[in-house]
């Protein structure tokens, strides 16, 4: 069975960073387009970033997040990351690390368990 285990989250100060990571179990990241996602407390869903192997690894950042966050990938580890700068308290969610088969992020064919990002004032 595939699975994505995330792993980094925990309790930061406003302005502080933190790491990431997404584990890929029974999957070969380098035919996946990786994504990070994040759903605050009572908010839908949203897209942060994600990695394609198509013509490089290129990366999307959505616009809250650009400039602060940085997607990338380990293909020798089948590990993505999110390293996250400049923390404030909206960026307070349980991140998710999903995975779509192809050379875009489109459904995500698998998902992670979620790590939670508490962000202090």
């Known amino acids: 069975q595939v699975q994505l285990v995330e792993s980094g989250g925990g309790l930061v100060q406003a302005g502080g960073s933190l790491r990431l990571a997404c584990a890929a179990f029974?999957?070969?990241?380098?035919?996946?387009?990786m994504a990070w996602l994040r759903q605050a407390p009572g908010k839908e869903r949203e897209f942060v970033a994600s990695?394609?192997?198509?013509?490089?690894?290129?990366?999307y950042y959505a616009d809250s997040v650009k400039g602060r966050f940085t997607i990338s990938r380990d293909n020798a580890k089948n590990t993505v990351y999110l390293q996250m700068h400049t923390l404030n308290p909206e960026d307070t969610a349980v991140y998710y690390c999903?995975?779509?088969?192809?050379?875009?992020?489109?459904?995500?064919?698998?998902w992670g368990q979620g790590t939670q990002v508490t962000v202090s004032s």
């Open positions: 990695i394609t192997w198509s013509g490089g690894s290129t990366t």
């Open positions: 029974g999957l070969t990241l380098r035919t996946y387009t």
């Open positions: 999903a995975a779509s088969f192809g050379t875009r992020f489109v459904t995500p064919n698998y």
